[in-house]
């Protein structure tokens, strides 16, 4: 029998608030180079070539959906097992099975697409004449998905800063490669080019830093049981996952069947946008969670865990409403002074901002749902909630173009879900989504959100209104969070201690709580 932990089980491997931090950081750091790349690409390239790009983007996301195998939860799991059983061997066999795996998945997954690379120039990108620009992104997706098993395997390691070398590494040389292509005149197939060169760099980061702590054995004697075993136990938890990344990158392919290249790119904007929100969120979740797996441990009572699931949604919502406020009041001074090409993305933002922010309840519901073993719980609600979204994406995307995709697949899919978890957490763990506190956050919210619009009338320039905004936001949000009773001495305590766990941005956060302490009562 295995003696693993549930703090194993429910963080992935990842054991400690240090390890966890490194995680949430990592995002961060990755995200943010992230966002540099799609500033500079836009910029350098006409809304119709970035809408290209987009549908590029939207192509290698879909065909690579079935790389998202639930292999990096197999690693985050059996890694530390292995490692603390002294299996030396199985160890090295379980890290060589899942990159073969992984690396046959994304080989099926391109020649796949590649078969089907004319029909998709015909049909999504309105042309026969961008078959490349197809197989160039099919060819992003095996590097790009073994890049990320490597670094899920080393937060199995416990090993923070040969993660964040792995990720930060690949992401930076996605966008150095990508931009740089560009502005060398190579457009949308420099980018996607920069893509695939960048991912080949995570992968000999990762390759370098695994060997660290171990060997990676591909043996073809006996692989198919150890691959039976791998799939058994990754799939469930693949299946809600794949599920929800086809879909979304469906949405974008779907969009550009009925919508000209410029507005996919438009549209693209604000999907990338909502990718920052997630990572906000995820953020939250990687670092507090951690705060009370101990308590887990000594005794997963009810109580507890409902702590831990509600203390998530509460400061998921305390860090991510101010970025929604600003999106949707600034979203016009944001466009103009960040992708000055795209005027469209100015509603296409707040609305996609808006959506995200209302699935928060179904974004750590389904990973405790997880942490308590109900996979094929989180299995069938994906399901369930993928027809709803895929029927509304072939009712609505043909009228309403990118509205249509916003209010299908995130709006809708994020009510679904939340519907599903909650009425879950209360059936079966018996756990009540106390959202109280959550509603208190979100009127400081939009009294935020009502102080900002008069910003936009200020007889300065849009890059001046928007630095004002932000100004405004660091300013005036704690004040409002303070007075309004969303945040309590007791929140603020929890987040002096989660600052002690966060490096980089630890500092910063503890000079927030002090600012903010002054106003709670």
Excluded: W
């Excluded at 089980?9 to 054991?15: D, K, T, W, Y």
């Excluded at 990720?167 to 292509?181: E, K, R, T």
């Excluded at 509603?347 to 808006?354: D, E, K, R, S, V």
């Excluded at 305590?493 to 989660?498: F, N, R, T």
């Amino acid at each position: 029998m295995e003696d693993i932990s549930d703090t194993e089980a429910l963080e992935l491997g990842v054991s400690s608030a240090n390890m966890a931090s490194y995680v949430a950081v990592t995002q961060v750091i990755a995200s943010a180079i992230s966002a540099v790349m799609i500033i500079a690409l836009a910029r350098l390239l006409a809304p119709t070539q970035y809408g290209i790009y987009t549908l590029a983007y939207g192509v290698s996301a879909f065909f690579g959906a079935f790389g998202i195998s639930g292999m990096g939860h197999y690693l985050n799991r059996y890694i530390p097992y292995r490692t603390a059983r002294k299996e030396k061997l199985l160890l090295e066999h379980d890290l060589g099975t899942s990159i073969f795996a992984l690396f046959l998945i994304g080989l099926a997954a391109v020649v796949i697409g590649v078969a089907l690379s004319g029909l998709i120039s015909t049909y999504a990108f309105h042309s026969s004449g961008y078959t490349f620009i197809v197989d160039l992104s099919l060819i992003t997706i095996v590097p790009t998905i073994i890049m990320f098993l490597e670094y899920n395997a080393l937060i199995g390691f416990k090993d923070g800063p040969g993660s964040a070398i792995t990720y930060v590494a690949g992401n930076l040389g996605m966008a150095i490669g990508s931009i740089g292509l560009v502005i060398l005149g190579y457009g949308v197939a420099g980018a996607l080019i920069g893509m695939i060169a960048g991912a080949l760099v995570g992968v000999l980061f990762g390759t370098a830093e695994i060997m660290k702590h171990s060997r990676i054995r591909i043996e073809f004697k006996g692989m198919r049981k150890r691959m039976d075993s791998l799939f058994a136990f990754s799939m469930p938890i693949a299946g809600s996952t794949i599920i929800t990344g086809m879909l979304n990158s469906f949405s974008i392919l779907l969009l550009g069947v009925f919508s000209m290249p410029s507005i996919v790119g438009s549209f693209g904007i604000a999907y990338r946008i909502g990718t920052v929100i997630l990572t906000v969120m995820a953020f939250v979740g990687s670092v507090l969670v951690q705060m009370f797996t101990s308590a887990m441990v000594r005794g997963r009572s009810t109580q507890r865990v409902s702590k831990l699931y509600n203390y998530s949604i509460y400061f998921g919502a305390v860090l991510t409403v101010p970025i929604v406020a600003c999106l949707v009041s600034l979203a016009n001074p944001f466009v103009i002074s960040v992708f000055p090409g795209y005027k469209s993305a100015t509603l296409y933002i707040p609305a996609m901002a808006i959506s995200i922010l209302v699935g928060i309840i179904g974004v750590y519901a389904s990973s405790l749902a997880i942490s308590i073993k109900a996979v094929n719980k989180v299995l069938k609600y994906a399901v369930i909630t993928g027809v709803v979204q895929l029927v509304l994406l072939f009712a609505l995307v043909p009228a309403f173009n990118a509205y249509g995709v916003i209010i299908g697949v995130y709006l809708a899919g994020s009510l679904v879900s939340n519907y599903l978890y909650v009425r879950y957490m209360e059936r079966e763990p018996r756990i009540k989504t106390d959202l109280r506190r959550v509603y208190m956050v979100l009127f400081a919210g939009i009294l935020m959100a009502i102080v900002l619009l008069p910003i936009n009338l200020l007889p300065v320039s849009q890059t001046a209104q928007l630095l004002a905004g932000i100004v405004a936001t660091i300013i005036i949000y704690p004040i409002l969070l303070g007075i309004t009773g969303a945040i309590g001495k007791r929140e603020l305590e929890i987040l002096d201690e989660l600052s002690k766990r966060v490096p980089i941005f630890g500092d910063l956060l503890r000079l927030s709580v002090s600012y903010t302490s002054v106003f709670t009562r």
